[in-house]
């Protein structure tokens, strides 16, 4: 093989190294902002919880609260960016396969496709509620649901469309905490460098993170449900509405503080995925 032809090979290597560094740092990027805003919605919730509900306890809350700190533009346009950096690892994912043995198969290159889609939504509401010009990024969670749902009824078979896709969301939320209980993570993790307290700690904010993150779209879900059998869409709520039901359960407020908890748990599960995960 000549020296042009090696050269090239070489260009080709380094390029692609460049490409998959970069990817990489994307992706930690995002987990580092999904888990901003996780544990700001977490503890928006816990104050709700205790009687402070001035702020909803949604994305659209958390995205007020860093737009209130000092600087609070930039680390706007810091977790935009992030979460874009997520959307674009996702959508790598679907076209060239996950890290691992089965990254290859079709339906985690779905399931990767659809993470693209839903990280590229938040990521462009964040850009948008960081650059002035307002969108779904900056709006009530609980109206958003309520107009979406209403718009839907107004189709062909609009109930059923709500239902089936309320359905979906709810069973989300079961696999999802069923996920955590199960520990399915851990495969994702680089195992060998995490020992003793650190993995008890990831094991702790994970499990408990997704437990929390499952009960809140299983019950998500299930208000699309009713909203859909009822044929009622001001019954669907968005992520405030919800939390906030919790408290109205025979447990009171101590069970939306629970759930609150476990939020801002996920929030700090996904900055350890930022450090330890696979990519």
Same mark, same amino acid.
């Given at each position: 093989?000549?020296?042009?032809?090696?050269?090239?090979?070489?260009?080709?290597?380094?390029r692609?190294?460049?490409?998959?560094?970069?990817?990489?740092?994307?992706?930690?990027?995002?987990?580092?902002?999904?888990?901003?805003?996780?544990?700001?919605?977490g503890?928006?919730?816990?104050r709700?919880?205790?009687?402070?509900?001035?702020?909803?306890?949604?994305?659209?809350?958390?995205?007020?609260?860093?737009a209130?700190?000092?600087?609070?533009?930039?680390?706007?346009?810091?977790?935009?960016?992030?979460?874009?950096?997520?959307?674009?690892?996702?959508?790598?994912e679907?076209?060239?396969?996950?890290?691992?043995?089965?990254g290859h198969?079709?339906r985690?290159?779905?399931?990767?496709?659809?993470?693209?889609?839903?990280?590229?939504f938040v990521?462009?509401?964040?850009?948008?509620?960081?650059?002035?010009?307002?969108?779904?990024?900056?709006?009530?969670?609980?109206? +958003?649901?309520? #107009? @979406? %749902?209403?718009? =839907?009824?107004?189709?062909?078979? $609009?109930?059923w469309?709500?239902?089936? !896709? /309320?359905?979906?969301?709810?069973?989300?939320?079961?696999?999802?905490?069923?996920?955590?209980?199960?520990?399915?993570?851990r495969?994702?993790?680089?195992?060998?460098?995490?020992?003793?307290r650190?993995? +008890?700690?990831? #094991? @702790? %904010?994970?499990? =408990?993170?997704?437990?929390?993150? $499952?009960?809140?779209?299983?019950?998500? !879900? /299930?208000?699309?449900?009713?909203a859909?059998?009822?044929?009622?869409?001001?019954?669907?709520?968005?992520?405030?509405?919800?939390?906030?039901?919790?408290?109205?359960?025979?447990?009171?407020?101590?069970?939306?503080a629970?759930?609150?908890?476990?939020? =801002?748990?996920?929030?700090?599960?996904?900055?350890?995925?930022?450090?330890?995960?696979?990519?």
């Amino acid at each position: 093989m000549g020296t042009w032809a090696l050269t090239r090979r070489g260009r080709r290597t380094a390029r692609r190294a460049s490409d998959s560094s970069a990817l990489e740092t994307a992706a930690r990027w995002g987990f580092v902002a999904r888990g901003v805003l996780y544990l700001l919605v977490g503890l928006l919730a816990m104050r709700i919880a205790f009687g402070d509900g001035k702020r909803e306890a949604d994305r659209g809350g958390a995205l007020a609260e860093v737009a209130a700190q000092p600087l609070g533009q930039y680390l706007l346009w810091a977790l935009g960016i992030g979460l874009a950096g997520m959307a674009l690892w996702r959508l790598s994912e679907a076209l060239f396969g996950a890290a691992g043995p089965d990254g290859h198969k079709p339906r985690k290159r779905l399931l990767s496709l659809a993470r693209f889609l839903f990280y590229g939504f938040v990521s462009h509401s964040v850009l948008s509620f960081a650059a002035g010009t307002g969108g779904s990024g900056s709006g009530s969670s609980d109206d +958003q649901s309520e #107009d @979406v %749902t209403a718009r =839907a009824m107004q189709l062909p078979a $609009g109930q059923w469309i709500v239902a089936i !896709g /309320g359905l979906a969301i709810a069973v989300a939320g079961v696999w999802i905490a069923g996920r955590a209980v199960l520990r399915k993570y851990r495969k994702h993790l680089k195992t060998p460098e995490l020992r003793g307290r650190t993995r +008890q700690a990831v #094991d @702790v %904010t994970g499990v =408990a993170g997704g437990i929390a993150r $499952g009960a809140v779209f299983a019950m998500l !879900g /299930g208000f699309a449900v009713k909203a859909a059998v009822d044929y009622e869409p001001d019954r669907a709520k968005g992520i405030d509405d919800t939390l906030r039901s919790f408290a109205d359960t025979s447990a009171g407020p101590w069970l939306l503080a629970l759930i609150a908890v476990g939020l =801002a748990m996920f929030g700090l599960f996904s900055f350890a995925m930022a450090r330890w995960r696979r990519i």
